[in-house]
């Protein structure tokens, strides 16, 4: 069966996807030099990308797609940076496969100083799961169908996200089960916030940049990298998107605080490059359940009764 939560959030996107694929058009065909220019002021980045045109694709420090393997980007200096792989298991992504080189598994380094005792444990445990045999495959969740929680979905591969900005709404929507993050542009979060799987955001333009702050965000399957990096409820996490000068690439500088995991903020980025194309639909496979007699993976959502 259809994982209910794939299939109400693929069912509510279609018809918001619908209407602002239309207005994004329609708005682009309005401007004189048929730009898509959201606002004149400067200060409000032009992130909406035209989805029967182009979209945002991750992307490498050399500037190729990005592919399995290729995590965070290193912050600007003096920042602490993410959690890296063990050293004692290096990682060889798809980049690095050819001939006597195959692509390993991600093990992250469970004894980073910055992670607390807990926290370590549950990453050592994850990556003996799979040194033991016991898991064929560390966690992915783009490969498990499941969200990427925040900020880990900011590291997707391959499919390609799109931004909608509206006046009290930004949408960023990635191609894969057409996966739907909403950021409210308010100043103040909820009094109470339940946890889910992205959290509650509220966004602002700040110096042409839109700056997000998260909190709320479910400790369920939900981790910062391929390396199952875990977190508390109190994460607590600052995303800062800005355009290049040229406009053609995107950069993010997140900021995550979570004082019952981790021992000091840690800083990461990612980057994006345009890319030509339309929308392509990407549904996420379904009962796969041979890949859990062969591989021993980790189950897929499964709704286990009708929605109505």
Not at 72 to 77: G, I, K, N, Q, V
Not at 157 to 184: G, N
Request: with cysteine; glycine share 8%; proline share 8%.
């Amino acid at each position: 069966m259809m994982s209910s939560f794939v299939e109400n959030v693929r069912g509510r996107w279609v018809a918001v996807f619908a209407v602002a694929a239309f207005a994004i058009a329609a708005y682009i065909a309005g401007c004189p030099d048929g730009s898509a220019r959201a606002q004149t002021s400067g200060k409000i980045p032009a992130l909406a990308s035209n989805p029967s045109d182009w979209a945002w694709v991750r992307i490498r420090p050399d500037g190729r797609n990005a592919l399995f393997g290729d995590g965070w980007l290193d912050p600007p200096a003096g920042l602490r940076g993410p959690i890296r792989n063990d050293p004692d298991h290096p990682l060889q992504g798809n980049v690095d496969r050819g001939p006597g080189r195959q692509v390993t598994p991600a093990f992250g380094n469970y004894t980073d100083p910055i992670l607390k005792p807990w926290a370590a444990e549950q990453m050592r445990v994850s990556n003996e799961e799979v040194l033991s045999g016991k898991r064929g495959m560390p966690f992915l969740a783009t490969s498990r169908c499941y969200p990427g929680g925040v900020p880990g979905q900011l590291l997707w591969t391959t499919e390609r996200l799109f931004f909608i900005q509206e006046p009290k709404v930004v949408h960023m929507v990635w191609e894969r089960d057409s996966l739907s993050r909403r950021i409210y542009m308010t100043d103040r979060h909820s009094e109470e916030v339940q946890p889910s799987w992205f959290g509650e955001s509220i966004g602002r333009y700040e110096n042409g940049e839109l700056v997000v702050d998260t909190i709320g965000l479910s400790t369920k399957m939900s981790f910062l990298d391929m390396f199952r990096t875990p977190h508390s409820e109190k994460l607590h996490v600052l995303e800062r998107f800005k355009l290049t000068a040229d406009g053609k690439f995107l950069e993010a500088l997140v900021k995550v605080e979570d004082e019952d995991a981790f021992n000091e903020p840690m800083y990461m980025m990612a980057r994006w490059r345009k890319q030509k194309g339309p929308w392509q639909e990407f549904i996420c496979a379904e009962n796969d359940t041979d890949a859990l007699v062969t591989h021993n993976l980790f189950p897929i959502p499964e709704g286990k009764t009708p929605d109505f």
